[in-house]
């Protein structure tokens, strides 16, 4: 996968959250609308949760250190595991709560139609950052199925912005239907179902984003691609015989560590078998640029 640490995306949905959350707040404030009121918390947290983002992006540029030997490119998919976790507590959690207290102390919603308009303005920002979301994707997984990319792609922000603007757009038709049907039923329980509607879809996007982001966190394998191409690179070397096993693991977007046992001609000297391992090493990282560590141990033939 691409591993691109672009932060535009990150940059346009989180301008685009600030101006919402700024309309959300002050139309839930005139409204008396609890699914307006979780949309405008759902957009404040989206805010904070893009600005994880972008310390995690940053934090993972860092050079190698003593300490941290191989980098510190995980440090994005830990950041993208919190805000998984924000996105369920701050947002998810947050708007069922509000629903619950609006069944039980319902409310008749006012104002009603600066409610629809702040919520139509912000369906349009939304879909139009969703959409830039999706034509990102797209360039980046290549011929690769949508949704399999979504699963197997190891460029967490990308995939948590999506989400949560996915989630968004999705929140907000619910938070229209229900302003809506309060407004004409003269009935503020419909108001409280939305929230709890948007309640629910927040969270189940939160659980899909951090049980995908957790599996990169511990340690997942990068794209089988990797091996694909050493056994190429071992098949076009005459001093290399055979590819016996291969470990690779996603230290981060667009970093991979690889480690691996081949089987070497049994009459090669010392030199030799250096001379030969470093082409090797060489050829697999120019096919594959993420690989940025590589680490060969020779065997010999039996």
Sequence with gaps: ?????????????LGVNVAIAVFKG?????????????ETIHSGADCANQLLLLLGVQQS??????????????????WSFMVALFLFAGGGVFSIYEGIHKL??????????????????SLVLEGWSTISNVRELNRRRGKVLFLRFLRETKDSDLIV??????????????????????????????DAAGSLVIGVVLIGVA?????????????????PKIERCAREVVQESPELKELLNLITVQQGPGEVLAAMKVRIEGS?????????????????????????WCFVEPDHEV
């Excluded at 996968?1 to 949905?13: A, P």
């Excluded at 659980?207 to 794209?223: C, N, P, T």
């Design 26 to 38: 002050g139309a839930a404030f005139y409204t008396g609308s609890g699914a307006m009121l979780a």
């Design 161 to 190: 912005v999506f989400g949560e603007n996915s989630a968004a757009s999705i929140g907000l038709v619910f938070a229209l239907a229900a302003l809506g049907l309060a407004h004409v039923t003269r009935d503020g329980r419909y």
């Design 268 to 292: 090669l000297t010392a030199d030799q078998v250096c001379d030969a391992i470093n082409k090797f090493e060489r050829a697999l990282k120019a096919r594959c640029p993420e690989v940025k």
């Design 1 to 13: 996968m691409s591993g691109d640490k672009s932060t535009s995306h990150i940059l346009q949905s």
């Design 61 to 78: 540029a860092k050079a190698p250190s003593p300490s941290h030997p191989l980098g510190y490119g995980r440090s994005l998919y830990f």
């Design 207 to 223: 659980l899909f984003l951090a049980v995908e982001v957790k599996s990169l966190l511990v340690g997942e394998a990068a794209d």
């Design 104 to 121: 039980q102390h319902p409310e008749p919603v006012e104002n009603v139609w600066v409610g629809v308009v702040i919520l139509a303005f």
